[in-house]
């Protein structure tokens, strides 16, 4: 079982930056692949971004595609999203998430990754 942990949440204006942290503990985290994801409150958890256990690979969703950036720190079992040119609708809660396998074709479906965290909460006023 893996545990992780989200923190860098806040409240920022359109247009800023936040960086996001998840980090793992309780397996190798080198050997599994990493995913972000949100929820806005009436809707359904959307994906936003994934990285391969190397980071070497990535994919973006998108509507965060050019504006955010998934990375990884193995040696510290982290995984991040530096969000810039934030806007409202960015506004949600994001949570980590992890799976074994790259599989091209189930790299945005949340119910593909088994552990998540519980979630820190981003909020774009306008």
């Known amino acids: 079982q893996v545990q992780l942990v989200e923190s860098g949440g806040g409240l920022v204006q359109a247009g800023g930056s936040l960086r996001l942290s998840c980090v793992a503990s309780?397996?190798?985290?080198?050997?599994?692949?990493m995913g972000w994801f949100r929820q806005a409150p009436g809707k359904e958890r959307e994906f936003v971004a994934v990285?391969?256990?190397?980071?070497?690979?990535?994919v973006y969703a998108d509507s965060v595609k050019g504006r955010f950036t998934i990375s990884r720190d193995n040696a510290k079992n982290t995984v991040y999203l530096l969000m810039h040119s934030l806007k409202p609708e960015d506004t949600a809660v994001y949570y980590c998430?992890?799976?074994?396998?790259?599989?091209?074709?189930?790299?945005?479906?949340?119910?593909?990754?088994?552990?998540w965290g519980q979630g820190t909460q981003v909020t774009v006023s306008s």
């Open positions: 309780g397996r190798t985290f080198s050997s599994y692949v």
């Open positions: 990285i391969i256990w190397s980071g070497e690979s990535t």
């Open positions: 998430a992890e799976r074994s396998t790259w599989s091209p074709g189930s790299l945005t479906r949340a119910t593909n990754f088994g552990s």
